[in-house]
């Protein structure tokens, strides 16, 4: 079996393993705390999260040229 990665890429920190035999009210209230969690984060770092979103996404290369190679 494949170790698992996590998409943060974190490698070290404290373990935790989902619970198998929690009820279905109990797995909602995790995904409750979760929203709320990110919501908080989110109200704190979103602009700074946007602009390194925008920082990662945005091309260096010159528009100049850019019409010039389509066909309509």
Known sequence: ?????PPSGLRQGLPFAVDDTWTPEQ???????LDDLRDR???????AVQELLREQRV?????DDFDQDLPF
């Open 41 to 47: 984060v989110w109200t704190h770092y979103g602009l």
């Open 1 to 5: 079996m494949k170790p698992w990665h």
């Open 59 to 63: 091309t260096q290369e010159p528009l």
């Open 27 to 33: 797995a909602w209230a995790v995904l409750e705390l």
